[in-house]
């Protein structure tokens, strides 16, 4: 079975940075795609940023300039590095991958998510 574990997130001032991490592990032969989104109190989940097993990355437009995501393919680990952080980046933050896993005998692609890591910006 395949995991994705977060960590970093916290309890940082406006204008503060942080830095989240996601390592996957499992019978992971390869990983496509992988990003991070974020879930407010009452709202949605949206895409925060993502990027190519190549390296091309998208980001949303209310992060862009601020927030920047980087990935290690032989450590199987995403990062989001957010700095200028504003009370509105307050929310949970999931990664996600679309990862290809041998499992029973099979060759299996399927999405998969992390716990989840609370990032809170005080004002």
């Given at each position: ?33 992988m ?25 949303a ?12 393919n032989t ?26 896993v041998?499992s ?6 399927s ?6 890591t609370?990032?809170?910006v005080?004002?």
């Amino acid at each position: 079975q395949v995991q994705l574990v977060e960590s970093g997130g916290g309890l940082v001032q406006a204008g503060g940075s942080l830095r989240l991490s996601c390592a996957a592990s499992g019978s992971i032969v390869s990983m496509n795609a992988m990003g991070w989104y974020r879930q407010a109190p009452g709202k949605q989940r949206d895409l925060v940023a993502a990027i190519t097993s190549g390296g091309s990355t998208n980001y949303a437009d209310s992060v862009k300039g601020r927030f920047s995501i980087s990935r290690n393919n032989t450590k199987k680990t995403v990062w989001l590095q957010m700095s200028s952080l504003k009370p509105e980046d307050t929310a949970v933050y999931y990664c996600n991958a679309d990862i290809v896993v041998f499992s029973d005998g099979r060759i299996r692609r399927s999405d998969y998510w992390g716990q989840g890591t609370q990032v809170t910006v005080s004002s």
